[in-house]
């Protein structure tokens, strides 16, 4: 392998801590929606990417006009909750820029799409000054730290759920970059005081995503993050963490050097203070090991198979100073959210309203802005693109009932339909080879018409689809995957578990719709005659169909 680093390395050590030429992109150069190919890249560390409608591709070519570039901006929301004076800054910012909708991520956020470039500050300039930012969204840092969101998980969740705000705060970048292109406009910040321990000048080699479970749910999908804690919890008291790494979805349609990975437990940690320190020191050794030739390569899964398991925990311990303790035992039985009413320990109620795949419909969004009116919720984004309406108390609980009356909110929905995840893929996405978002709908309602043939509507079998093989929508970890290999085409992927402890595998290569529906058909049908007590689909499909 030569040792040549591969462009963005360059990147971003020349970058100036983030800043590059983005200013010049942003204020001079107004004959393009797109900034500079380098800020391009430096753009993300700021939590933006830079789309074009591809549906307009076509016609703008023909009428010789430069792609409708615009931007994707994604806030950092540790552990997905804001308060209702936030809610209402989010709303009214997407009324003004972008083309209005609303999009709840995979990783407990929400994102805006359509944002032209001269719309950046000002959107920018209004999330800060409702105490919101986009920092480190996306990029080669740690991305937004996620979490179990249902307090009545554990009388301990605030207690737990606190660590992803610790972590997102040890680990932002020390750049003031962000503040000094997109809001105050001009140098202000010494470059001495950017001194960064943790990411030096050259950042991660790659993005880095990090999640904490809280048992026995496993809604954030913890074993497909590079890093995850699980937390113990014995006699209403948290012991610690389990820590967790390697884990990682994106592969290359193609490239067998690629592939899917679930973490490994590597010990436990009885303090706030170890587990921070270990949590740190992971990127450390991400930071130094990590590939930064082949960025295809670069995640902390390649870097944990290439040191080994044993070696990067001896890496490990050698920087923290002291050894994990053994992994404490845990159980995950399951992994969707508590849909409508539950009330918590502390005798608060929660609503979780049902969002499907993260996109705010109309009727939700005036729901949701006339709710936040109200002041007597928060707002609580899901790691599986829903929203929980938390901290109700019981007087208040019915006023948020009228609402969901008035607004028709409460509607009927299967469970594989609440058990489902896209990506957004067409037509903002430029990696996407087919729909997900627009079309997984679609095949969802179609494929309720075969479980009702085969008397398993109540099943909450888990459908994933993504638009390429990248992974954000966690297609393999689903019970049923669909990744697109082109226009209208999708691997077929098989036999994941229900909670997010077993990869699935290829079945079917580019299928079509017609295909998946009659795979579907037939499997379903084997399994309510082949299955045993109490087996699920993807156990079953596991078990016999890939054996």
């Not at 800054?89 to 001269?118: D, P």
């Not at 082109?486 to 578990?497: I, K, S, T």
């Not at 795979?519 to 109490?534: A, H, N, P, S």
Request: hydrophobic letters at 35%; a neutral charge; aromatic letters at 8%.
């Amino acid at each position: 392998m030569s040792d040549k680093l591969s462009p963005v390395e360059y990147i971003k050590i020349n970058s100036d801590g983030l800043r590059g030429t983005l200013k010049e992109s942003i204020d001079i150069d107004n004959h393009t929606g797109n900034v500079r190919p380098d800020d391009e890249t430096l753009v993300k560390f700021h939590g933006m990417y830079v789309q074009d409608d591809r549906d307009r591709r076509a016609e703008r070519a023909a009428k010789k006009l430069d792609k409708l570039y615009s931007f994707m901006i994604r806030l950092r929301i540790p552990g997905g909750v804001i308060n209702a004076e936030k809610w209402i800054a989010l709303h009214n910012i997407s009324e003004q820029y972008g083309t209005g909708t609303l999009k709840i991520t995979t990783r407990q956020t929400v994102q805006l799409h359509g944002l032209l470039k001269h719309e950046l500050r000002p959107t920018i300039q209004g999330f800060n000054l409702a105490q919101l930012d986009s920092i480190a969204a996306c990029g080669d840092v740690n991305r937004n730290v996620i979490a179990s969101s249902h307090p009545q998980l554990s009388p301990l969740h605030a207690q737990i759920h606190a660590y992803a705000d610790k972590i997102s705060t040890l680990l932002l970048p020390k750049t003031q970059a962000y503040y000094e292109v997109f809001i105050d406009g001009e140098k202000i910040y010494e470059r001495s005081a950017e001194a960064d321990p943790l990411y030096e000048n050259r950042y991660l080699p790659r993005k880095f995503k990090i999640a904490i479970a809280i048992p026995p749910s496993n809604d954030v999908d913890l074993f497909t993050n590079d890093l995850g804690l699980i937390a113990i919890i014995e006699n209403n008291e948290l012991k610690g963490f389990n820590i967790v790494v390697g884990g990682g979805l994106g592969t290359t349609h193609g490239n067998t050097s690629t592939y899917p990975r679930l973490g490994d437990v590597l010990g436990f940690t009885d303090t706030e203070e170890k587990t921070l320190k270990a949590v740190y020191e992971v990127l450390t050794v991400q930071r130094d090991f990590g590939n930064r030739v082949e960025r295809k390569l670069s995640r902390l899964k390649y870097t944990v198979d290439k040191m080994t398991v044993e070696g990067f925990k001896a890496e490990l311990e050698k920087r923290i100073g002291f050894q994990l303790e053994p992994a404490r035992p845990y159980t995950f039985t399951e992994r969707n959210d508590r849909y409508g009413w539950e009330q918590s320990a502390d005798e608060q109620w929660y609503y979780t309203l049902f969002v499907e795949h993260g996109v705010v419909k109309p009727e939700q969004k005036a729901f949701l802005y006339e709710l936040a009116q109200l002041n007597i919720n928060n707002f609580i984004f899901t790691g599986n693109q829903n929203l929980l309406l938390g901290e109700i108390s019981t007087e208040n609980k019915a006023k948020v009932e009228a609402l969901l009356s008035k607004y028709d909110i409460e509607k009927n929905v299967s469970n594989i339909r609440k058990s489902s995840m896209a990506c957004v893929a067409m037509p903002t996405c430029p990696l996407a080879l087919a729909e997900a978002q627009r079309y997984l709908p679609v095949l969802v309602t179609k494929i309720e018409l075969l479980l009702a043939k085969h008397g398993l509507s109540e099943d909450a079998l888990t459908i994933r689809m993504t638009g390429c093989p990248n992974g954000c929508g966690r297609p393999y970890v689903a019970e049923l995957g669909f990744i697109g290999t082109g226009p209208e085409q999708y691997n077929f992927m098989l036999g994941g578990d229900r909670y997010g402890l077993r990869l699935n595998k290829l079945y079917k290569e580019k299928q079509t719709e017609a295909q998946i529906l009659a795979e579907i058909d037939v499997l379903l049908g084997r399994y309510t005659q082949e299955k045993q007590e109490g087996e699920t689909f993807g156990d079953y499909a596991n078990r016999v169909i890939l054996n």
